[in-house]
Every structure is written in C-alpha cells, then in structure tokens.
C-alpha cells in the first residue's frame, strides 16, 4: 500500500525546514500525525513547529 507524506511548515520562518525527506529528522522536531487520504489509504502528515512560538499565539 502507497504511503505519502505530506509537510506542513511555517512560511517565512527562521530556519530551513527539511521537507525533502519522508522521516521527521527537521531540525525543529516535527510532529508526525496518521492521516486518512482521500482514496482511503494512510498517510503523514508531518506538521513542522516554527521556533519563534508563533503557533502558542
Ligand atoms: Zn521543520
């Protein structure tokens, strides 16, 4: 069964976010959700954290 892995990381922010892989080895230690896709099949979704905080706003 196909995998996919999908990122999902801050615009504009302070580092580089490595979304060029299918591991959650980013520098800002991502969190990796199983999500449901539309054809029925599991994927990530490997949600990047932005290190100025912006997401506790
Ligand atoms: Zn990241």
Request: proline content about 7%; hydrophobic content about 30%; glycine content about 8%.
């Amino acid at each position: 069964m196909n995998t996919h892995t999908l990122h999902v990381r801050p615009i504009d922010d302070l580092i580089e976010h490595d979304t060029s892989t299918e591991e959650p080895n980013c520098l800002c230690g991502p969190t990796v959700k199983p999500v449901k896709q539309d054809d029925g099949s599991m994927g990530w979704l490997i949600v990047h954290a932005s290190l100025d905080g912006r997401e506790l706003v």
